[in-house]
């Protein structure tokens, strides 16, 4: 007898051969062994953590650390930004009385070398709005670098330095084989502290943090902090598996929740922005949204599933590849070239990598029966043109770009709503002292309703024609956050020349 309860009431159970002998209240009774569910397999072995040390030491000579400088102010409520969010970068320039930042801007990341020729790999938000880029070594030198091109859809950005000798570099590994559970090393420069070298999991796969379209992010508990942005993210082998690139965090701080972007994104990425400087996408022209359980039975899906039925069609681009091919309101698109397609983010990246001009096979269903319909994509236009092109020509400082279904799903506008997002604003310019900013929708020019990019270019350009006969104030229709409201720009000084034509505010 192993124990005995006072007054016999109870006894411990016992292991009586092959059965087990329960003794309650006094009685007893033999139940075999098999009655019970198998417990859980565990090992006896201990597994020994690993050790980072060789890996840290080949890796290291290709981290680099990226400053950047700006010539611009930012009030210090835009220096919090929303959670989730990219990493914000490193120190900050003078404070002036206001709360702000006078004069340059430095601010401070990472990057990888990704050959002996001097390319490197970062986010956009490292290097967005720079006027200079310096990039240091691990061994302390420094280079001005040079930027070969951006994706700000992806957050990710290629820059180039000169070497007279070949640089030490990293490859970009395979991420489609990661799996939650294994260890990886991040490496960067946190608060401008220098090379700086952290350890944790894998936590999940193919995250939306709501950044933009393409989302599908690593999710990972290793430490990473302000300035580790554009860091390596490596396995255990050696390869880079990611780009660091956001927190979720309440505080500012690393709480265990970090976000790469995939070495396969970041791989097709460089090679086009290497290749031609900017990327380019395949266009359906749909808005689209997730197939309910109740929404699926509605329109008659096979699957209840909502993670799994596909991508409900909710609107149409009039003269779109979509409207082209019949793809209607109500369709649910269950596949892209055989390829399934389980929610609206899965279509916006299987059309993304279709080189537009191609033609493409989407498994529709429509009222519950199934048919594959061909559609031949088009380019999808750029989310934001050149800064430098269309915001230092001159006007009140805007850079305007098409209300594409992708921007109407990132801002939540709906597709009754026409105008033009707002897709830069210059520095120190008209429009920023007016308070305009970017993703806001410009739908009016004074009393004139504007239903896109072009159309409130030429009508901001009239606007300031009559400012030449006296008025100097611009009244902007905008909507913001689905409230809409005047906005007054401030024209004096503000001439007519340079105010953003068809070809410098619209990309694509």
């Not at 001159?394 to 897709?423: D, H, N, Y």
């Amino acid at each position: 007898m192993l124990g005995r309860a006072t007054g016999n009431k109870f006894r411990v159970p016992a292991l009586v051969g092959g059965t087990l002998m329960i003794m309650l209240m006094g009685a007893t009774a033999l139940v075999p062994l098999a009655a019970f569910a198998a417990p859980v397999e565990t090992s006896t072995t201990t597994a020994r953590l690993p050790d980072f040390t060789d890996l840290v030491a080949r890796v290291k000579p290709a981290v680099v650390s990226i400053t950047s400088k700006m010539g611009i102010e930012q009030t210090a409520d835009e220096e919090a930004p929303a959670s989730p969010f990219p990493m914000p970068r490193g120190p900050r320039g003078p404070r002036d009385p206001r709360g702000g930042h006078m004069g340059m801007m430095e601010a401070r990341g990472s990057g990888f070398l990704i050959d002996g020729n001097g390319t490197i790999v970062t986010n956009n938000h490292v290097i967005h709005n720079a006027k200079s880029i310096t990039v240091t070594l691990s061994d302390g030198t420094t280079a001005v670098a040079k930027l070969i091109g951006t994706d700000p859809r992806t957050d990710i950005a290629v820059l180039r330095i000169k070497s007279d000798k070949p640089l030490p570099y990293i490859a970009l590994g395979d991420s489609k084989d990661v799996k939650p559970g294994e260890w990886v090393v991040a490496m960067g420069d946190p608060f401008g502290l220098g090379g700086t070298v952290t350890a944790g999991i894998v936590s999940a796969l193919g995250r939306d943090i709501g950044s933009g379209p393409y989302d599908d992010y690593i999710q990972i508990d290793a430490p990473i902090n302000q300035g580790n942005s554009g860091g390596p993210l490596f396995t255990q082998d050696g390869h880079v598996i990611g780009i660091n690139s956001a927190i979720l965090s309440p505080t500012g701080g690393s709480v265990g929740i970090g976000f790469a972007i995939p070495a396969n994104i970041v791989r097709q990425v460089v090679a086009e922005l290497e290749a031609n400087g900017h990327v380019t996408r395949g266009y359906l022209g749909v808005e689209s949204q997730a197939v309910t359980p109740a929404m699926a039975a509605a329109l008659h899906v096979p699957k209840s599933d909502s993670r799994n039925s596909g991508a409900l069609v909710a609107g149409v681009e009039p003269a779109s590849p979509a409207a082209e091919a019949g793809i209607q309101p109500g369709d649910v698109i269950v596949a892209v070239n055989a390829e399934a397609v389980k929610q609206p983010r899965d279509l916006a990246l299987a059309i993304a990598s279709v080189k537009p001009g191609t033609l493409a096979t989407l498994s529709v269903l429509r009222d519950g029966a199934a048919k594959d319909v061909s559609v031949k994509l088009a380019t999808l236009k750029n989310e934001a043109p050149d800064r430098e092109e269309a915001t230092s020509k001159g006007g009140i400082g805007l850079a305007l770009t098409q209300l594409t279904p992708e921007l109407r799903g990132q801002l939540g506008i709906s597709g009754k709503t026409k105008g033009a997002v707002v897709a830069g604003v210059r520095p120190g310019s008209a429009a920023e002292q007016a308070g305009l900013r970017e993703g806001d929708v410009l739908v009016g020019v004074g009393n004139k309703p504007v239903t896109s990019a072009d159309e409130a270019a030429h009508a901001i350009g009239d606007a300031l024609k009559d400012g030449d006969k006296g008025d100097h104030a611009l009244a902007l229709r905008v909507m913001r956050e689905g409230h809409m409201a005047f906005v007054a720009v401030d024209t004096t000084g503000v001439g007519q020349a340079g105010v953003p034509g068809k070809d410098d505010n619209q990309a694509g």
